[in-house]
């Protein structure tokens, strides 16, 4: 089977999180996702760690699939060079502060005036406008900014910053539907676009209902654990030997009666303080401790054995190495295992997206720095190698090098 983006070529600038990993979502669905990275050592993220022979883990993981070439944009002849490749491909993508691509001269209007159908998709922490366009920020600033960690963590407690990179994966994937969308429209229109991502945009973005909750209630949100602020019971809770979550409050109706019948509280049942959801979630201080009881008498197996035979909605809280070991998880093909000829095999989280016409899913393995630098010039500009060698010798390309992560983890 074919991938759906096949054919379309992208100039990736973008580096560390967000941008890439907008990137590597286009290249496992089948873009050809061309890396360029400052010399003399690339990405930062190749430096940073954990390592497997001497190859960044995290490097590894956003990368796969793609290729590298390195320039250099400080130089005359690289701006010229990079703004020739802009010529022929269908996507740049870049992440760096508000204003760095125009001082450089290879800024959208600069592009677009050599290629009027390129899509320019500029991802950053706060816009290319506002009072805040210029700041530098990373993950958890707009993590923080953007009122994700006020209310998550425990009732009472401080902020809590969600355990994966939350800020920098939204961004990313607003930023590859961004993308897809302006690709369908130039179908339309033959004209491409500048695509404009904040981070901080895209916090507010997935605040689901905070928002509606605060305006509606007159009453800030606040951290409530594992529970939904609107439904009970809906939250995770011990076991004798663990945690499961149960998630009750958007299915059928019965379920409350079938689910305390389960739990061995039938006096519940037709306790008019809970036989409604709403009544649960506004008295659920009083209902919590009668549910964590019941719950802490069987392990987290027995319960599940239970509530999924009676179709109550459930599951285990899973540790990542119990994650990796779910049947569904390993039917659905989601980890897969990459081999990289020094770095060697690293299982990495396989693409989600399927398909039933096309392919999706990890090309091949994350590129050594540089190491396509001669194939893609040849490819897209028909350079020789005499005069890829030419560019090298003037400190304007690389075709090798990269970190030497001995030395920095010394």
């Not at 703004?83 to 001269?105: I, Q, S, W």
């Not at 179908?187 to 695509?195: L, R, V």
Request: with cysteine; proline share 8%.
């Amino acid at each position: 089977m074919s991938r759906p983006l096949e054919g379309i070529t992208i100039l990736d600038l973008t580096w560390v999180l967000a941008g890439p990993f907008a990137s590597m979502v286009l290249c496992d669905l089948g873009a050809n996702v061309i890396k360029v990275e400052r010399p003399p050592w690339g990405d930062v993220a190749r430096t940073t760690g954990p390592y497997q022979n001497g190859w960044s883990g995290y490097f590894f993981s956003v990368n796969r699939g793609k290729r590298s070439i390195s320039i250099d944009l400080r130089t005359a002849e690289g701006k010229d060079l990079f703004r020739r490749l802009a010529e022929k491909v269908d996507v740049v993508m870049e992440n760096f502060t508000p204003g760095t691509m125009d001082r450089l001269g290879i800024g959208y209007e600069t592009l677009a005036a050599r290629n009027p159908r390129l899509i320019f998709a500029s991802t950053s922490g706060f816009g290319q406008t506002g009072p805040y366009r210029e700041r530098p920020a990373l993950d958890i600033v707009v993590q923080g900014m953007g009122g994700i960690m006020s209310i998550t963590g425990e009732p009472g407690g401080g902020p809590v910053r969600p355990g994966v990179s939350y800020g920098d994966v939204t961004g990313g994937l607003f930023t590859a539907v961004g993308i897809l969308a302006a690709l369908h429209d130039r179908e339309k229109t033959g004209k491409g676009q500048a695509i404009d991502i904040s981070l901080l945009d895209c916090q507010v973005a997935v605040l689901e209902n905070a928002i509606m909750r605060y305006h509606v209630t007159g009453k800030a949100p606040e951290p409530i654990g594992t529970r939904h602020p609107s439904a009970t019971p809906f939250q995770a809770f011990p076991t004798a030997d663990g945690y499961i979550v149960v998630a009750l409050g958007f299915g059928e109706e019965n379920q409350w009666q079938v689910l305390c019948g389960i739990l061995g509280l039938p006096d519940l049942i037709d306790d008019h303080r809970f036989d409604t959801g709403p009544r649960r979630t506004q008295r659920h201080s009083e209902l919590e401790p009668i549910l964590v009881a019941a719950f802490r008498t069987r392990t987290s197996r027995e319960w599940l054995d239970d509530l999924e035979a009676a179709g109550i909605p459930c599951g285990p809280v899973n540790t990542i190495p119990q994650m990796l070991d779910d049947p569904q998880v390993k039917s659905r093909d989601m980890v897969r295992e990459v081999t990289h000829p020094r770095a060697g095999t690293i299982p990495i989280a396989n693409s989600p997206v399927k398909m039933s016409r096309g392919e999706s899913g990890i090309k091949g393995p994350p590129p050594d720095f540089a190491q396509d630098t001669a194939a893609v010039l040849a490819e897209l500009l028909g350079l020789t190698e005499a005069d890829v060698a030419a560019l090298e010798s003037r400190g304007i390309v690389s075709t090798s090098g990269g970190p030497d992560i001995g030395a920095i983890t010394g």
